[in-house]
């Protein structure tokens, strides 16, 4: 007679007996450090009597995505600077690298010098080499028409200002909305000849934003100011004063507050783009870039196009486009904490 051989009883089932939920019993078997010693034991010691035996190599792997260090494969990151010269968008990395592990990947840090082909070339050759497939570009320090990468041999996410050539998919901050949003609470203050303010230091990132929405605000609106879109030089403090005598204006949209030039515009209702340095004067409100999302909504983007084998110059262009955080003149208030990391966000490009 042959005898049958009984399969040992299943976790629901070894769960009943213990009174426990069948998750518990299975985390307790792969060792997860969220159940209690005891109950580890517990259950360990009714698995021992059903002759259940511990795979040491699947115990491993599970380890390892428990603690966030079991990766399908690694992507690229790369900027035109090393990461630890941007502290105000830390955020902005580390909210990536967040998301990244939780969809199987692990990112890896480079940069370049300058623009040059061989550079970029041996990044390219040192990304292949690693199996890499995916790469995040941005947010540059330096405006880039173009960057001479093996553009065919992966897939790419650009971060901030996207290139004229070629055209990648692309995420970034939404501009116009925010814009619009500072027109509608100056307008509520009671300003009508708003104006909009650039910063030479600065200026890739919000010179085409400003301009646009001072031309869009003031279409077909008579009388307006003469030029409402002007771009102060501290050296020539003289335009400056000519310029705000000839459009006289009464509420200002600026990438940042810079002193001491405009000390005098200190009792006007202000906008920045950009979150203070210190705490906002009284009758400012400021943006602060919602960093956390956009490093999700990186990585999230990438993934899809490696899941769908989407490697190089796209036949269509995604553009994710995400607005920011409106706060008023008190930094800190509750449900409005600006970013830590956003000190400094006017380099983080368009």
């Known amino acids: 007679m042959q005898l049958l051989q009984m399969s040992p009883p ?4 070894i769960a009943a007996k213990l009174g426990l939920s069948a998750s518990t019993v299975s985390r307790a078997f792969h060792q997860d450090p969220r159940i209690r010693p ?4 517990r259950v360990m010691a009714a698995l021992k009597a059903e002759d259940y035996q511990l795979d040491p190599i699947v115990s491993i792997g599970m380890s390892k995505i428990r603690q966030r260090r079991f990766y399908r494969e690694t992507i690229a990151w790369c900027g035109d600077s090393p990461r630890k010269s941007a502290p105000w968008v830390e955020s902005l990395f580390q909210s990536a690298e967040d998301y990244g ?9 480079f940069h370049f010098e300058r623009n040059h082909p061989a550079a970029l070339a041996r990044l390219g050759a040192i990304w292949k080499a690693r199996g890499i497939r995916g790469v995040l570009l941005g947010p540059f320090r330096s405006t880039y028409e173009n960057l001479s990468f093996p553009w065919s041999d992966f897939a790419w996410v650009v971060i901030g200002r996207p290139f004229e050539r070629p055209a990648l998919h692309s995420l970034g901050r939404d501009y116009p909305t925010d814009i619009r949003t500072a027109l509608r609470w100056l307008g509520e203050q009671g300003c009508r000849r708003v104006c909009f303010l650039q910063d030479p230091g600065t200026g890739y990132a919000f010179r085409q934003p400003l301009l646009l929405a001072s031309l869009a605000h003031y279409h077909g609106i008579r009388p307006r100011p003469r030029t409402p879109c002007f771009e102060p030089d501290a050296r020539q403090p003289e335009k400056f004063n000519a ?33 203070p340095a210190t705490s ?19 990585a999230n983007l990438l993934h899809r196009l490696l899941s769908n084998r989407e490697l ?4 269509y262009k995604q553009s994710i486009v995400i607005n920011s955080h409106f706060l008023p003149t008190s930094p800190g208030i509750a449900g409005n904490q600006p970013s830590a990391a956003a000190e400094k966000p006017a380099r983080f490009g368009s």
């Open 10 to 13: 299943s976790f629901r089932q």
């Open 38 to 41: 005891e109950t580890v034991r």
């Open 101 to 109: 592990a939780r969809l199987g990947y692990k990112i890896e840090y």
């Open 243 to 275: 310029w705000l005598k000839e459009n006289r204006p009464d509420g200002l949209i600026l990438p940042h507050w810079r002193e001491p030039l405009l000390r005098r515009l200190d009792s006007l209702p202000t906008v920045l783009l950009t979150s």
């Open 280 to 298: 906002a004067k009284p009758g400012q409100r400021y943006f602060s870039p919602r960093f956390e999302v956009m490093g999700q909504s990186a």
């Open 312 to 315: 190089g110059i796209p036949a």
